[in-house]
Nanobody, 115 residues
Framework: QVQLVESGGGLVQPGGSLRLSCAASGSIVSIYFMRWHRQAPGKQRELVATITSGGTTNYSDYVKGRFTISRDNAKNTIYLQMNSLKPEDTAVYYC?????????WGQGTQVTVSS
């Protein structure tokens, strides 16, 4: 079993930055994909960024060049550095760890971009 806890959300002005963290506890040996998703009010949850156990990263077009996903293996933690934030980035952000057989989700952290 894997437990995920996100942190780092908050209110930021357009153009500002935030760094989200997702700390995992439990055994993550079998985890291959580590992802950030987001869900805005009235919209479906969407994939934002992925990092694999091998370190390969991938980003959705709407955050490419502004967001960076990274990980600290020693801390079992992944991060999402978000720069040049826009009002349309406002959403609840969720981290997700996936193995072949299981999917684990955090509780989410609110990010609000507003002046």
């Amino acid at each position: 079993q894997v437990q995920l806890v996100e942190s780092g959300g908050g209110l930021v002005q357009p153009g500002g930055s935030l760094r989200l963290s997702c700390a995992a506890s439990g055994s993550i040996v079998s985890i291959y994909f580590m992802r950030w998703h987001r869900q805005a009010p009235g919209k479906q949850r969407e994939l934002v960024a992925t990092i694999t156990s091998g370190g390969t990263t991938n980003y959705s077009d709407y955050v490419k060049g502004r967001f960076t996903i990274s990980r600290d293996n020693a801390k079992n933690t992944i991060y999402l550095q978000m720069n040049s934030l826009k009002p349309e980035d406002t959403a609840v952000y969720y981290c997700n760890f996936a193995s072949v057989a299981r999917n684990y989700w955090g509780q989410g952290t609110q990010v609000t971009v507003s002046s």
